[in-house]
C-alpha cells in the first residue's frame, strides 16, 4: 500500500511539470532585443569619446514584452514592433540622406565652376582691361603681357604634347565647352570685357593700323582667339560677337592680301616692322634670363633670327618661325646694318652671354635655351657667321658666333662618345651574358641524360636484386 502511495505521489509531480511547461510554451517568455549599429555617431559626456547610435531590430512579436511580463495581446505587441521597425527605418533614412548630402556638398566645389574661370580670369580681367583697353586706343600698340587672359586661345598640341609658354598652358581654354563657360560666366562680365577689347582693335584696323604692329608678336594668338570667339559665339546663338569678331577677321584679311603687293623700297625685308619694336621690348629680359642661366619667355625668333626651315621646296615651321625668318643674304645684311646696328649689337651681345655660361657656368645650350631653341641658335649663329665673313666683313660677329658653334660642337662629341662607350659596354655586357648563358644550358643539356641513365641503373639494379631474393638466379 505504501509502495502505491509513493508511486502515485511521484505520478503526481510529473504531471504537474507537464501541466507548467505547456503553460510555459503557451506563454513563451520575450526574447531580448537585438541592436543594429547605425552609420551615424553621438558622442558622450566625455569629449574624447564616441559611441555608435544603435536601434532596436524587433524579431519577435512579443519583443518589447520585459521578461516578467505577460503580452496583454498580439495587436499591442504588433503594433509595438510597427513602431519600433518605423523608427529604425526613419534613422537609417535620415543617416543616408545626411551622408549624401555630405557628398553632395564636396562634389558642388567645383560643379558650378569645373573649367575653373572664375579662379583664372577674374582677377586677371580686373587687373589688366584698363591698360589693355590705353593701349590699344591711345598708344597704339601691346607693351604689356594680357593677351592671355583677356583673348584666351587653345592649347597649342604637338604630336599630342601641349606645347607654349606657361602661360599659354595655364590659360588656355580645352574645347568650346571651355570657351562657351567663359563667355558666359557672371552675366557675361567676361565676354563683354573681350568683346571691349575687340572693337578697339577694330576702330584701329579701320584707322588703317596693321594687327602685327597693334598687337606684335601676339597677333597670330589674337588671330586665332577670335576665331574661336565666332565660331563658339556661332554656337551659342551670340550674334553680335559673331558679327564683331567676323570684320575684324576681314579687315586683317584684305590688309594683308594688299600689304603682300605694296613693298617699301627703302625696306625691302620689313626690318622695321618686324624687329624693332621687339628688339626693344624683349632684349633686356633676354640678356637678364641668359645671365641667369635659362631663357625663360618667348623671343628666340626675332631676337636671334634664322633662315626659313624648308623641306622639299615647302616652308615648314610655325607661323612665328614664317613671320621672323630671314629670306636670303640680303636680308641678314639688312638686319646687321639696320638703325646703326642697333640689331646687330644686340645680337652680339646675346651671343656673347651664351658664350660666357657657356665656358664660365659649363651650361649647355640646350640648358640654356631649350630643346628647340637650341637647333634654332645653332642654325642662326652659322648663318650670320657666314654673312659676317662674306658680307659685312665683322669679326668681332665672327668670331664670338664661332666660339658658341666649336663649343657646341664639342658638347656634341663628347656625348657622342659617350654614348659610344656605353654602347661598347651594353654590347659586351650582352656578349658575356650570351657566353654565360650557353655554358649554362650545354651543362644542363650534358646532365639531364646523365641523370636519367643513373636513375635507370638503379631501377635495374633493385629489380634484380629482388629477382635473385625471391626467385634466384
Given at each position: 500500500?505504501?509502495?502505491?502511495?509513493?508511486k502515485?505521489?511521484?505520478?503526481?509531480?510529473?504531471?504537474?511539470k507537464r501541466e507548467?511547461?505547456?503553460?510555459?510554451?503557451?506563454?513563451p517568455?520575450?526574447?531580448?532585443?537585438?541592436?543594429?549599429?547605425?552609420?551615424?555617431?553621438?558622442k558622450?559626456?566625455?569629449?574624447?569619446?564616441?559611441?555608435?547610435?544603435?536601434?532596436?531590430?524587433?524579431?519577435?512579436a512579443?519583443?518589447?514584452?520585459?521578461?516578467?511580463?505577460?503580452?496583454?495581446?498580439?495587436g499591442?505587441?504588433?503594433a509595438?514592433?510597427?513602431?519600433?521597425n518605423s523608427?529604425?527605418?526613419?534613422a537609417?533614412?535620415?543617416?543616408?540622406?545626411?551622408?549624401?548630402n555630405?557628398n553632395n556638398?564636396?562634389?558642388?566645389?567645383?560643379?558650378?565652376?569645373?573649367?575653373?574661370i572664375?579662379e583664372?580670369?577674374?582677377?586677371?580681367?580686373?587687373?589688366y582691361?584698363?591698360?589693355?583697353?590705353?593701349?590699344?586706343?591711345n598708344k597704339?600698340q601691346?607693351?604689356?603681357?594680357?593677351?592671355?587672359?583677356?583673348l584666351?586661345?587653345?592649347?597649342v598640341v604637338?604630336?599630342?604634347?601641349e606645347?607654349g609658354?606657361a602661360n599659354?598652358?595655364?590659360?588656355?581654354?580645352?574645347g568650346?565647352?571651355?570657351f562657351?563657360a567663359?563667355l558666359?560666366?557672371?552675366n557675361?562680365?567676361?565676354?563683354n570685357?573681350?568683346?571691349?577689347?575687340?572693337r578697339?582693335i577694330q576702330?584701329?584696323?579701320?584707322?588703317?593700323?596693321s594687327?602685327?604692329s597693334?598687337?606684335g608678336?601676339?597677333?597670330y594668338r589674337?588671330v586665332?582667339?577670335?576665331?574661336?570667339?565666332?565660331r563658339?559665339?556661332?554656337?551659342i546663338?551670340?550674334?553680335e560677337?559673331?558679327?564683331?569678331?567676323q570684320?575684324v577677321?576681314?579687315?586683317?584679311?584684305?590688309q594683308?592680301k594688299?600689304?603682300?603687293?605694296?613693298?617699301?623700297?627703302?625696306d625691302?625685308?620689313?626690318?622695321e616692322?618686324?624687329f624693332?619694336?621687339?628688339?626693344?621690348?624683349?632684349?633686356?629680359?633676354a640678356?637678364?634670363?641668359?645671365?641667369n642661366?635659362?631663357k625663360?619667355?618667348?623671343?628666340?625668333?626675332?631676337?636671334?633670327p634664322?633662315?626659313?626651315?624648308?623641306v622639299d621646296?615647302?616652308?615648314k615651321?610655325?607661323?612665328m618661325?614664317?613671320?621672323f625668318?630671314l629670306?636670303?643674304?640680303?636680308?641678314?645684311?639688312?638686319?646687321?646694318t639696320h638703325?646703326?646696328?642697333m640689331?646687330r649689337n644686340?645680337?652680339v651681345?646675346?651671343?656673347r652671354?651664351?658664350?660666357q655660361?657657356?665656358r664660365?657656368?659649363k651650361r649647355?645650350?640646350?640648358?640654356?635655351?631649350?630643346v628647340?631653341d637650341?637647333v634654332k641658335?645653332?642654325s642662326?649663329?652659322?648663318?650670320?657667321?657666314?654673312?659676317g665673313?662674306?658680307?659685312?666683313?665683322?669679326?668681332?660677329?665672327?668670331?664670338?658666333?664661332?666660339q658658341?658653334?666649336?663649343l657646341?660642337?664639342k658638347q656634341?662629341?663628347?656625348?657622342?662618345?659617350k654614348?659610344?662607350?656605353l654602347?661598347?659596354?651594353?654590347?659586351k655586357?650582352?656578349?658575356?651574358?650570351?657566353?654565360t648563358?650557353?655554358k649554362f644550358?650545354?651543362g644542363?643539356s650534358g646532365l639531364?641524360?646523365?641523370?636519367i641513365g643513373?636513375?635507370?641503373k638503379?631501377?635495374e639494379?633493385?629489380?634484380?636484386?629482388?629477382?635473385?631474393?625471391w626467385?634466384?638466379?
Amino acid at each position: 500500500m505504501s509502495m502505491n502511495c509513493g508511486k502515485s505521489s511521484q505520478y503526481l509531480q510529473q504531471q504537474q511539470k507537464r501541466e507548467a511547461t505547456n503553460h510555459e510554451d503557451d506563454n513563451p517568455r520575450p526574447r531580448k532585443k537585438q541592436r543594429t549599429l547605425l552609420l551615424s555617431t553621438t558622442k558622450d559626456d566625455n569629449p574624447t569619446k564616441t559611441t555608435a547610435m544603435c536601434a532596436p531590430t524587433v524579431t519577435d512579436a512579443h519583443a518589447d514584452a520585459t521578461p516578467t511580463e505577460k503580452p496583454i495581446n498580439s495587436g499591442s505587441s504588433t503594433a509595438s514592433s510597427t513602431d519600433s521597425n518605423s523608427n529604425s527605418s526613419q534613422a537609417e533614412e535620415a543617416v543616408s540622406k545626411n551622408n549624401s548630402n555630405a557628398n553632395n556638398h564636396s562634389f558642388d566645389d567645383n560643379f558650378d565652376d569645373p573649367h575653373e574661370i572664375e579662379e583664372r580670369f577674374v582677377s586677371q580681367h580686373e587687373k589688366y582691361l584698363e591698360a589693355a583697353l590705353d593701349e590699344i586706343r591711345n598708344k597704339g600698340q601691346n607693351e604689356t603681357a594680357w593677351i592671355w587672359y583677356l583673348l584666351p586661345m587653345t592649347p597649342v598640341v604637338v604630336q599630342s604634347v601641349e606645347q607654349g609658354c606657361a602661360n599659354t598652358r595655364k590659360y588656355a581654354l580645352s574645347g568650346d565647352g571651355a570657351f562657351a563657360a567663359y563667355l558666359q560666366y557672371g552675366n557675361g562680365m567676361l565676354r563683354n570685357n573681350s568683346v571691349q577689347v575687340i572693337r578697339a582693335i577694330q576702330e584701329q584696323l579701320k584707322a588703317g593700323k596693321s594687327l602685327s604692329s597693334l598687337m606684335g608678336e601676339d597677333d597670330y594668338r589674337t588671330v586665332k582667339s577670335i576665331e574661336l570667339f565666332a565660331r563658339v559665339g556661332n554656337k551659342i546663338g551670340d550674334e553680335e560677337l559673331v558679327s564683331l569678331c567676323q570684320e575684324v577677321l576681314d579687315l586683317h584679311l584684305n590688309q594683308h592680301k594688299n600689304g603682300n603687293k605694296k613693298v617699301n623700297s627703302d625696306d625691302p625685308h620689313d626690318i622695321e616692322e618686324r624687329f624693332v619694336f621687339q628688339h626693344n621690348k624683349h632684349f633686356r629680359r633676354a640678356l637678364e634670363e641668359i645671365k641667369n642661366g635659362k631663357k625663360e619667355s618667348c623671343w628666340i625668333w626675332f631676337l636671334i633670327p634664322s633662315a626659313p626651315y624648308i623641306v622639299d621646296g615647302v616652308q615648314k615651321g610655325s607661323p612665328m618661325n614664317q613671320k621672323f625668318c630671314l629670306y636670303g643674304d640680303d636680308a641678314v645684311v639688312a638686319y646687321l646694318t639696320h638703325k646703326d646696328g642697333m640689331l646687330r649689337n644686340n645680337y652680339v651681345a646675346l651671343t656673347r652671354a651664351l658664350y660666357q655660361q657657356r665656358r664660365r657656368n659649363k651650361r649647355t645650350l640646350r640648358n640654356l635655351l631649350g630643346v628647340l631653341d637650341d637647333v634654332k641658335a645653332v642654325s642662326s649663329m652659322k648663318l650670320f657667321a657666314r654673312i659676317g665673313r662674306e658680307r659685312t666683313k665683322d669679326d668681332e660677329l665672327v668670331k664670338v658666333c664661332e666660339q658658341v658653334i666649336g663649343l657646341h660642337e664639342k658638347q656634341i662629341l663628347k656625348n657622342e662618345q659617350k654614348q659610344g662607350q656605353l654602347f661598347k659596354k651594353r654590347e659586351k655586357q650582352l656578349s658575356l651574358d650570351a657566353k654565360t648563358k650557353l655554358k649554362f644550358f650545354s651543362g644542363v643539356s650534358g646532365l639531364v641524360p646523365k641523370l636519367i641513365g643513373n636513375r635507370k641503373k638503379k631501377e635495374e639494379e633493385k629489380k634484380k636484386a629482388f629477382r635473385q631474393t625471391w626467385h634466384g638466379v
